[in-house]
Nanobody, 127 residues
Framework: QVQLVESGGGLVQAGGSLRLSCAAS????????MGWFRQAPGKAREFVAA????????VYADSVKGRASISRDNAKNTVYLQMNSLKPEDTAVYYC????????????????????WGQGTQVTVSS
């Protein structure tokens, strides 16, 4: 069992930056691939980024490629999402998720790969 708690969201102007954090409980954090998803009002949840259990590989949605960076610190049981050059269309609730460790990281763009989800943190980008 893994419990996930996101933080770091807030209100930021377009062009600004935020770093989201996701703290995990449990001793097995380092065995999970981790992902970030987001959901805007009236829209489906969408993939943002994912990282392998050892941090060696990452994958990003095209919409954030070049503006986002996912990283993790297994010693701190924490995964991060750095978002730069934020746009109003980045406004959403951001969720972190923990999945398995089988298969290539590209498979983890699907929410079905994840077993545990946090409660989300709101990111609002003003124009």
């Amino acid at each position: 069992q893994v419990q996930l708690v996101e933080s770091g969201g807030g209100l930021v102007q377009a062009g600004g930056s935020l770093r989201l954090s996701c703290a995990a409980s449990g001793q097995t954090f380092s065995t999970y691939h981790m992902g970030w998803f987001r959901q805007a009002p009236g829209k489906a949840r969408e993939f943002v980024a994912a990282i392998t259990w050892n941090g060696g590989n990452t994958v990003y949605a095209d919409s954030v490629k070049g503006r986002a960076s996912i990283s993790r610190d297994n010693a701190k049981n924490t995964v991060y999402l750095q978002m730069n050059s934020l746009k109003p269309e980045d406004t959403a609730v951001y969720y972190c998720a923990a999945g398995g460790s089988a298969g290539v990281i590209d498979y983890y763009s699907s929410s079905s790969r994840y077993d545990y989800w946090g409660q989300g943190t709101q990111v609002t980008v003003s124009s």
